[in-house]
């Protein structure tokens, strides 16, 4: 009977498995009035026989509940989505969001109700769209039945494979490996699973089904952290995908990417698991308030990242905004990264982002053209609804308007100004004023504008030094700086006026002996390089504002303000008198409209140039008055008082009030630019 009691124990317990779906007998086995557990030969052949004929019955069962599951319509629903489950429990679904980036929000795409599979299942999270099929896979938690990889579309849901419990980080490598992490109990440090042949696997009706296969949970790997391996480790909430090469040796890396507090953790999945840690230079715009589960590092639990661009975005769950970085931006060396804020998010909780392989984001601007040597930002109609912002090429040689301008048009543009070229990207950076609100912004040829930074309102003047730092001039708070523009990764928020109103501010407001700079710098700047002492220098030169003194009358000269700015603090303004050539104001019959009342009697200098003019780099202002455009020849420190002295180009622009102008400097080293002889 030995040999008769093991096959009825392992007939039993597979007819048993066969038999039972969850806690309800299948229709295959009622009839059987508990007889299995008869021990006598006859039984023992009646459960051999109830065995053959449940398996063929079971294999008839896992083919007919098999599924075909239909590929996520990313070109028609988008490329962005994102998975949520709802704190409310009486709210009996999970979402399928798709995430609108012009204005940070959601809208839903499928909703899922918690009744689609029996027993009801929790929550879903660590969703990914595969690359090549564009299924979409998440995590499903079914209360004491277990965790799931699941395929879900528009109108089902499928079972693939177990999971490990309480996946909340996932994404696909293109090697059809998916990539879950996660912990129980919110423990901190977590495990990761990973699940290769996605794509080749069968998709089957129920969670039973899997069971019936006999099939096990997947299980943990390892990986090396501070050169250990081990099976828990801590990563943020979510996962974007890093194809680039970080390291720089000639080769492409796979990591996975995430965010927890302010560091970037990237997980090596190309070759042996090991994971980094790195940290956010000193010019990342992350948020920086405290988050709502303080001392705790805030959690950053929805991430996306896209193959054609490579950008990769991440969102806290506290709503603090969706944040850019790209892999170009990973210092290797420095184990440091560059992130800035991209746009608003919504608070959620449970949650998890999910991307289609293709990038909806604004096209890169193109680089400042070698023709125009001399651009001119002007609005006419400043402040009002129609406003006209252009941006007109002039012929150096000879001032007439090239034709190779454009118009800057976006809804609610109230105006354009401290517009610059910066010398590491070579693209032009222009602030555009709303009414709720000025845009450090990438301009281009073709109209794009590509949303970099919020400033504060009203600033007219510009420049960047040769290191990319951009300098700009406010009228309320005077001289401020941004560092790093090139490093953003810009958003787009045209045809948007109520999304362009947030709190964000940028702009770190410069100061001299606690005063500001805010009346004492011209209404446009140009870069001016010297050697003093053997030591070289860089300076802001403006030309000011300055009027007419009736009572009692003075002799008018022009003055010039020079801020020496070489170490990237600014010092203390230095003011010059010019040796003469510079034009008076116009007289009060020739003032146009745009000067009155204000500006009678008045000459302001709304545009210089760092520019070559008959192949010579040189130093240009021109007055709104359109009197001249001026070459700066000369500086002289040592003079008592110190001048400037300008040469009359003989050529015009056109008279506007709002106005200012740049140059794309393709041809000049950086280092070469606003160099003008001194004495």
Same mark, same amino acid.
């Given at each position: 009977?030995?040999?008769?009691?093991?096959?009825?124990?392992?007939? #039993?317990?597979?007819?048993?498995?066969?038999?039972?779906?969850?806690?309800?007998?299948?229709?295959?086995?009622?009839?059987?009035?508990?007889?299995?557990?008869?021990?006598?030969?006859?039984?023992?052949?009646?459960?051999?026989?109830?065995?053959?004929?449940?398996?063929?019955?079971?294999?008839?069962?896992?083919?007919?509940?098999?599924?075909?599951?239909?590929?996520?319509?990313?070109?028609?629903?988008?490329?962005?989505?994102?998975?949520?489950?709802?704190?409310?429990?009486?709210?009996?679904?999970?979402?399928?969001?798709?995430?609108?980036?012009?204005?940070?929000?959601?809208?839903?795409?499928?909703?899922?109700?918690? $009744? +689609?599979? $029996? &027993?009801?299942?929790?929550? /879903?999270?660590?969703?990914?769209?595969?690359?090549?099929?564009?299924? @979409?896979?998440?995590?499903? !938690?079914?209360?004491?039945?277990?965790?799931?990889?699941?395929?879900?579309?528009?109108?089902?849901?499928?079972?693939?494979?177990?999971?490990?419990?309480?996946?909340?980080?996932?994404?696909?490598?293109?090697?059809?490996?998916?990539?879950?992490?996660?912990?129980?109990?919110?423990?901190?440090?977590?495990?990761?699973?990973?699940?290769?042949?996605?794509?080749?696997?069968?998709?089957?009706?129920?969670?039973?089904?899997?069971?019936?296969?006999?099939?096990?949970?997947?299980?943990?790997?390892?990986?090396?952290?501070?050169?250990?391996? #081990?099976?828990?480790?801590?990563?943020?909430?979510?996962?974007?995908?890093?194809?680039?090469?970080?390291?720089?040796?000639?080769?492409?890396?796979?990591?996975?990417?995430?965010?927890?507090?302010?560091?970037?953790?990237?997980?090596?999945?190309?070759?042996?698991?090991?994971?980094? #840690?790195?940290?956010?230079?000193?010019?990342?715009?992350?948020?920086?308030?405290?988050? *709502?589960?303080?001392?705790?590092?805030?959690?950053?639990? $929805?991430?996306?990242?896209?193959?054609?661009?490579?950008?990769?975005?991440?969102?806290?769950?506290?709503?603090?905004?969706?944040?850019?970085?790209? *892999?170009?931006?990973?210092?290797?060396?420095?184990?440091?990264?560059?992130?800035?804020?991209?746009?608003?998010?919504?608070?959620?909780?449970?949650?998890?982002?999910?991307?289609?392989?293709?990038?909806?984001?604004?096209? &890169?601007?193109?680089?400042?053209?070698?023709?125009? +040597?001399?651009?001119?930002?002007?609005?006419?109609?400043?402040?009002?609804?129609?406003?006209?912002?252009?941006?007109?090429?002039?012929?150096?040689?000879?001032?007439?308007?090239?034709?190779?301008?454009?118009?800057?048009?976006?809804?609610?543009?109230?105006?354009?100004?401290?517009?610059?070229?910066?010398?590491?990207?070579?693209?032009?950076?222009?602030?555009?004023?709303?009414?709720?609100? =000025?845009?450090?912004?990438?301009?281009?040829?073709?109209?794009?504008?590509?949303?970099?930074?919020?400033?504060?309102?009203?600033?007219?003047?510009?420049?960047?030094?040769?290191?990319?730092?951009?300098?700009?001039?406010?009228?309320?708070?005077?001289?401020?700086?941004?560092?790093?523009?090139?490093?953003?990764?810009?958003?787009?928020?045209?045809?948007?006026?109520?999304? +362009?109103?947030?709190?964000?501010?940028?702009? !770190?407001?410069?100061?001299?002996?606690?005063?500001?700079? $805010?009346?004492?710098?011209?209404?446009?700047?140009?870069?001016?390089?010297?050697?003093?002492?053997?030591?070289?220098?860089?300076?802001?030169?403006?030309?000011?504002?300055?009027?007419?003194?009736?009572?009692?009358?003075?002799?008018?000269?022009?003055?010039?303000?020079?801020?020496?700015?070489?170490?990237?603090? &600014?010092?203390?303004?230095?003011?010059?008198?010019?040796?003469?050539?510079?034009?008076?104001? @116009?007289?009060?019959?020739?003032?146009?409209?745009?000067?009155?009342?204000? =500006?009678?009697?008045?000459?302001?200098?709304?545009?210089?140039?760092?520019?070559?003019?008959?192949?010579?780099?040189? /130093?240009?202002?021109?007055?709104?008055?359109?009197?001249?455009?001026?070459?700066?020849?000369? /500086?002289?420190?040592?003079?008592?008082?110190?001048?400037?002295?300008?040469?009359?180009?003989?050529?015009?622009?056109?008279?506007?009030?709002?106005?200012?102008?740049?140059?794309?400097?393709?041809?000049?080293?950086?280092?070469?630019?606003?160099?003008?002889?001194?004495?």
């Amino acid at each position: 009977m030995k040999q008769i009691i093991f096959s009825f124990f392992s007939c #039993t317990a597979f007819a048993e498995t066969l038999c039972k779906v969850g806690d309800e007998t299948t229709p295959d086995c009622e009839g059987l009035d508990g007889r299995l557990a008869a021990d006598d030969t006859t039984d023992d052949v009646r459960v051999e026989l109830l065995q053959r004929d449940l398996q063929l019955k079971h294999s008839k069962i896992k083919a007919r509940g098999s599924l075909t599951m239909n590929p996520w319509n990313c070109a028609l629903n988008g490329s962005s989505f994102q998975a949520t489950t709802p704190d409310d429990k009486s709210e009996e679904y999970s979402n399928i969001t798709r995430w609108f980036r012009e204005n940070g929000t959601y809208g839903t795409v499928v909703q899922i109700p918690f $009744s +689609k599979t $029996s &027993p009801k299942f929790r929550s /879903i999270n660590s969703c990914a769209v595969h690359p090549t099929t564009e299924k @979409l896979y998440c995590s499903m !938690e079914i209360n004491n039945k277990g965790s799931f990889l699941v395929a879900i579309d528009a109108e089902k849901i499928g079972f693939v494979h177990k999971l490990l419990p309480w996946m909340w980080a996932a994404t696909f490598d293109h090697k059809d490996n998916y990539y879950a992490y996660g912990a129980e109990n919110n423990q901190e440090l977590g495990l990761m699973t990973v699940i290769s042949g996605v794509s080749d696997m069968t998709v089957y009706e129920s969670w039973s089904d899997l069971d019936g296969l006999g099939q096990q949970t997947s299980s943990a790997v390892k990986v090396k952290v501070n050169g250990n391996p #081990t099976e828990r480790f801590r990563v943020g909430a979510d996962f974007a995908l890093i194809n680039w090469d970080v390291q720089g040796t000639g080769e492409n890396q796979i990591y996975l990417a995430s965010m927890l507090g302010d560091e970037m953790k990237l997980l090596l999945v190309s070759s042996e698991y090991e994971l980094f #840690t790195l940290t956010c230079e000193k010019t990342c715009n992350l948020p920086h308030t405290a988050p *709502p589960n303080y001392p705790k590092k805030r959690v950053w639990g $929805s991430a996306w990242s896209y193959s054609d661009s490579k950008k990769m975005y991440f969102s806290p769950d506290d709503g603090s905004g969706v944040h850019v970085a790209h *892999p170009k931006r990973i210092n290797w060396k420095d184990q440091t990264f560059f992130a800035n804020w991209y746009g608003p998010a919504v608070e959620t909780d449970w949650n998890d982002g999910i991307s289609c392989p293709i990038d909806e984001g604004i096209a &890169p601007a193109d680089i400042c053209k070698d023709s125009m +040597k001399m651009l001119r930002s002007t609005t006419e109609n400043l402040d009002k609804d129609n406003a006209i912002n252009k941006i007109v090429s002039h012929d150096p040689d000879t001032g007439k308007d090239t034709g190779e301008g454009w118009v800057v048009s976006d809804a609610g543009l109230k105006g354009i100004n401290a517009c610059a070229v910066n010398p590491v990207d070579n693209i032009i950076y222009c602030i555009l004023h709303y009414g709720n609100g =000025d845009w450090v912004a990438r301009l281009s040829a073709q109209g794009t504008i590509g949303f970099v930074r919020k400033v504060y309102n009203y600033a007219y003047a510009a420049t960047f030094d040769s290191k990319g730092t951009y300098w700009f001039l406010n009228n309320n708070e005077g001289l401020m700086k941004l560092d790093d523009l090139s490093k953003y990764e810009a958003f787009d928020l045209t045809n948007n006026e109520d999304n +362009k109103n947030i709190s964000q501010q940028g702009g !770190e407001i410069q100061y001299y002996d606690g005063e500001s700079y $805010s009346k004492i710098l011209g209404a446009d700047f140009a870069i001016w390089k010297t050697t003093e002492d053997n030591v070289a220098k860089t300076y802001i030169v403006s030309i000011l504002r300055t009027c007419l003194t009736k009572n009692p009358p003075q002799e008018f000269k022009n003055r010039i303000s020079l801020v020496d700015i070489t170490d990237g603090t &600014p010092k203390k303004v230095l003011v010059l008198d010019d040796t003469g050539v510079l034009p008076k104001p @116009l007289a009060d019959s020739d003032t146009p409209d745009f000067m009155r009342p204000n =500006d009678v009697g008045c000459q302001t200098w709304g545009s210089s140039w760092n520019m070559i003019r008959k192949g010579k780099e040189g /130093i240009f202002f021109a007055p709104d008055s359109a009197q001249g455009v001026y070459k700066l020849e000369k /500086i002289d420190l040592k003079s008592s008082p110190p001048t400037a002295t300008f040469s009359d180009t003989g050529i015009s622009v056109g008279q506007v009030g709002w106005n200012n102008g740049f140059s794309c400097k393709n041809e000049q080293e950086i280092q070469d630019i606003g160099k003008v002889s001194s004495s």
